[in-house]
Every structure is written in C-alpha cells, then in structure tokens.
C-alpha cells in the first residue's frame, strides 16, 4: 500500500532520525539541519530522537534524546566525518522487523520519520512507510539523500560526494608532484577509489587538472560504465610514458571486463547482496608488469578515506547537507509522506540550487550511471562537460575548529531515551 500523499490535517508528534550506509563527510551536516529545523517547530513536533545504529536501532528500541545536546554540539556537526548516532547496512525483510517498528512508533508516538541514506537506506524509508500506511498509523516519511557515489536518481548531484571528489582531486594533484619527481618514463601510480556501478567519484578525478595543462594528471580513467580492454589499456600507458615522467591511472573499484565481470571482486557478499570489492590496483598492476619491463608500478587504494576527509570538505557540500536535512523536516510538518529531498540545480548564468521532493518509488534501489555522452570514445577519459556539472559542487573551505593542533570533531553525548517495549525477538 502506497504512502506518498500529502495530508491536510495537522499532525503532532515526536520526530526519529536515524542514518544508514557508508558515512560520508558531510551526513552529520545533514543530521544537523534535521535537529536545527525540528526545534524551531514546537508546536508540531514534541521530542527530537535519534536511532543508535540506523534500522538497527529502532529493533532494538536505542533511542536518543538530540534535543538534550548542546549548540556547540549539533554546530560541530556539519564538520564532523562518521555517522554520529552510528550506522548500518541491515535490509528489512521480515513482517516482524516490520511490526516491531511500528511498536516502537506507537510506543515513543514518532510521527516524523527522516532516514539518511542512499539507495537502500531508502527502500528501507518506502517498506517503513507503506507498512505503517497499511495499519492505518499515521507518520511521515522523508528521506535525506546521502551517498559519496553520487548514483541517486532524481538528484541532480547527492550531500557527500562533492566533499568526496575534492579530496580525491587533491590526492591526486599531491600524488602526481610525488610521482613526477622520481619517474623517469618508467613509473605508473595507479589510484583505486569507490564506486562500484558507477564511476562518479573516478570521473572526479580529473578535477586535479589545471585548465590548459592538457598533460596533467590523471593520465588514464577508468569507470565501471565502460568495459575495460587490458591491450588498449597497456598502449595508453606506453604513450603516455613516452612523453611524460610518469603515468596516474585512477580506477573505479567497480571496473569490469566486456563480459560485465567485476575484475577486482572479492568472494564475499554484504548484507544488501553487493560483492565485496576491492582488488583492481592489483589487477591493473599485473597488467602493467606483464607488459612492459622496467616499468615501476605503485597502487593506492583510497579506501575509506575518501568518505571520511572533512579537513578537505567542500563548503557548497556541507551547506546543502544541512539544506537537505532542514528541507525534510519542513516538508513533513508541512504534510508530506513517502518522499525523499533531490537537489535541483537551476538553470542560470551561476550556480544555484532548490530543495525538492521526490517519490520514494522512483529512488528506491535506483542507480544514476555516469553519462554515456560524458565518457571518451577511448573510454579512458572524461570529456570537458563533467568538469562543468562537478566544479561548483568542490567550491568553499569550511572554517575549522582546532585543538591541539588538530580538527575538533562533535560527539553525541547519547542521552538515552527510556525503553517503552519488550526486547524484541524475530522469532516473536
């Protein structure tokens, strides 16, 4: 049964926000603009909970008292890397996990419901909010986006990824000085980051490059959307290390093979069905070693840096992460349900964006491939239209604040918030 329309009747109630998946820089900026909109609301929305650890928390009835932390606090925030209240990748599946969370709404009378995550985070926000819809309890359903991979649909671009790719292009400009100082034409830095279907963050890049200085690293791309061909692959480092000092390969750790073969994939699976990953650096290595003698490669797996580097965060990013949060919470007050807020970018001369709603339906498990027509016919390069979209996204440094030489993060003091239900047990 579908949740998704808007109510005209006045709702009161308590609000639960709860965040999911891979953290990113700025998910905490949202979870600040979700407590900084909710408070200014008093007439509409009582308490202000966070669930411990996501989908998880709620099972488990952990819930938090926001409204009891501090200003310096909840501004701290937007500058703080991790998920504050913890998060997960648990799926719903199971009719009980749905009957408990309702119990857990009744029983702490939550009436706004925000869920910050990506794609499965909001097939979780749907499931909840069709389920609570089909018995007949009422409480509204927003997701706030957030995902690093920027492969949401909808949006125009997702909190957390322009942080992502200005720490990335950074890493690779540095990387690059390092490289050419000791390459004599015989040195390949290859540079995996995340991404798996998707090749957003790879494509970002190429933000490194200065304009004008076509000779600029990166040297080569590589994104999961085109099929990967080891002997064209060796010819383009071989070219690039005729006329340069060095080669920088950065690769998607989503890459496959024409036959859509993942070539860094693990034998693993997580809890959504995802493979595990991780492995490219060395198979491109291997290529490079096999082919050419002499030649130096170095790998760089990124890993879980790329998500967590808030000392390089974008200003633009944390701004709208909080915009996205604070959005969600209007929006439900305002009567909305079984939405999630997209980003719009505005058509003008300077770049400005809108916060909007979008159906949950057509979010939910979705994924926005990086553009075809953004892709070099080489399929090993990204074409000057993308700098265009992912330049104002890395614009802004935030102002930090320091102590003992280092950036002073935020931490929940977690007051807890009394358990109203029994334990909960899926075999109930």
């Known amino acids: 049964m579908e949740n998704t329309e808007s109510s005209d009747k006045n709702l009161t109630g308590n609000l639960l926000v709860a965040q999911s998946g891979g953290p990113t820089p700025v998910i905490n900026a949202s979870l600040a603009g979700v407590i900084s909109a909710a408070l200014q609301f008093e007439d509409e929305i009582g308490e202000i909970y966070g669930a411990v650890n996501g989908v998880e928390g709620i099972l488990g009835e952990n819930l938090v008292d926001l409204a009891a932390e501090s200003q310096q606090t909840v501004r701290l ?45 909001q097939d ?107 002997a064209a692959f060796a010819e383009r480092v071989r070219e690039v290390l005729t006329r340069q000092t060095h080669c920088v390969v950065v690769a998607a750790e989503g890459l496959k093979d024409a036959a859509g073969n993942f070539l860094g994939a693990g034998t693993g699976v997580d809890a959504f069905g995802h493979p595990t990953l991780g492995g490219v650096c060395e198979y491109l290595k291997s290529v490079i070693e096999n082919t050419f003698a002499g030649v130096k490669t170095r790998c760089c ?49 300077h770049y ?23 892709i070099g016919g080489d399929g090993m390069s990204v074409g000057g239209q993308f700098a265009k979209y992912a330049l104002p996204l890395i614009y802004g440094e935030p102002k930090l604040s320091y102590e003992n030489g280092l950036p002073k993060y935020a931490e929940l003091a977690r007051y807890g ?3 109203k239900c029994p334990p909960f047990s899926e075999n109930a």
């Open 77 to 121: 925030l937007s500058t703080t890397p991790g998920a504050a209240l913890g998060s997960c990748r648990r799926k719903l599946n199971t009719p009980e996990e749905f009957a408990r969370i309702l119990e857990v709404f009744k029983a702490h009378d939550i009436r706004f419901f925000h869920y910050i995550g990506g794609n499965d985070s």
């Open 417 to 419: 918030v009394e358990k």
């Open 352 to 374: 400005s964006v809108r916060m909007e709603l979008s159906e949950l339906d057509g979010i939910a498990n979705g994924e926005k491939l990086f553009p075809a027509a953004w």
């Open 124 to 230: 979780s926000s749907k499931k909840i909010a069709d389920y609570c819809a089909s018995q007949g309890y009422e409480v509204r359903v927003i997701g706030v986006p957030k995902t690093i991979d920027n492969d949401l649909p909808i949006t125009d671009h997702c909190p957390g990824y322009g942080s992502t790719v200005k720490y990335v292009a950074t890493t690779v400009r540095e990387l690059s000085l390092d490289s050419a100082s000791l390459g004599r034409n015989n040195l390949v830095t290859i540079v995996e980051v995340m991404g798996r279907g998707a090749g957003w963050i790879a494509a970002g890049a190429t933000l490194a490059r200065r304009k004008g200085v076509p000779e600029d690293a990166p040297h080569i791309v590589l994104l999961p959307e085109a099929a990967f061909d080891a």
């Open 301 to 349: 797996r990124l890993g879980h840096v790329q998500r967590t580097a808030s000392h390089c965060a974008s200003m633009t990013d944390i701004t709208e992460a909080f915009e996205a949060g604070a959005a969600a919470v209007k929006a439900a007050v305002a009567g909305e349900t079984g939405k999630m807020v997209v980003i719009v970018r505005d058509e003008r001369e």
